[in-house]
T-cell receptor, first 113, second 113 residues
Framework: GQQVMQIPQYQHVQEGEDFTTYCNSS?????IQWYKQRPGGHPVFLIQ?????EVKKQKRLTFQFGEAKKNSSLHITATQTTDVGTYFC?????????????FGTGTRLLVSP | NAGVTQTPKFQVLKTGQSMTLQCAQD?????MYWYRQDPGMGLRLIYY???????DKGEVPNGYNVSRLNKREFSLRLESAAPSQTSVYFC????????????FGPGTRLLVL
């Protein structure tokens, strides 16, 4: 079945350093979504990318969707302690008529002041 | 709008006890989902309901049952709880269309002794 992997699983950075997480799908995706989960919280939608090669920015966060629509990345410039959490990518499952989202394994980010 | 609400927030059960987790959404969404998240792990889909009156199994349905009571409500039942079901349970909902994102409830933290 469709699988979505993320690397790294965990990263610890000093405040001000940059951070990148990579997402790879075993199949082509119609779109890719990114979610953030703060410690003790629930996943919250960040952004959706639809087009091949698409790049979107949200302040210090830059999201990219690969040309083949099988991979994506999230880059945070100059991390802050508020960026702490787990970042998940997710893509719709073709097997269920796009009813389900297949979530990536997540990257946990810890930022030290 | 309350979004997605879940009750209870916390629950402790003894092995063999039963309970029902409640979920409701006020966004008029067609699709609803139940996930479990074990410590330090990603999200695993238990069951989902693409529309009122339909339910389908996800990755880890064993030991659970669901009911889509109406368009707003989707409940998850543990008939005979086991320690392996200790987890955080998230309910989510999604509107129509391929690109619609999922909105998560705050979660229910369940401990089975």
């Amino acid at each position: 079945g469709q699988q979505v992997m993320q690397i790294p699983q965990y990263q610890h950075v000093q405040e001000g350093e940059d951070f990148t997480t990579y997402c790879n799908s075993s199949t082509t995706l119609s779109n890719i979504q990114w979610y953030k989960q703060r410690p003790g919280g629930h996943p919250v939608f960040l952004i959706q990318l639809v087009k091949s090669g698409e790049v979107k920015k949200q302040k210090r966060l830059t999201f990219q969707f690969g040309e083949a629509k099988k991979n994506s990345s999230l880059h945070i410039t100059a991390t802050q302690t508020t960026d702490v959490g787990t970042y998940f990518c997710a893509g719709p499952s073709r097997d269920t008529g796009f009813q389900k989202l297949v979530f990536g394994t997540g990257t946990r980010l810890l930022v030290s002041p | 709008n309350a979004g997605v609400t879940q009750t209870p927030k916390f629950q402790v059960l003894k092995t063999g006890q039963s309970m029902t987790l409640q979920c409701a959404q006020d966004m008029n969404h067609n699709s609803m989902y139940w996930y479990r998240q074990d410590p330090g792990m990603g999200l695993r889909l238990i069951y989902y309901s693409a529309s009122e009156g339909t339910t389908d199994k996800g990755e880890v349905p064993n030991g659970y049952n669901v009911s889509r009571l109406n368009k707003r409500e989707f409940s998850l039942r543990l008939e005979s709880a086991a320690p392996s079901q200790t987890s955080v349970y998230f309910c989510a909902s999604r509107g129509s269309g391929r690109g619609e994102t999922q909105y998560f409830g705050p979660g229910t933290r369940l401990l089975v002794l």
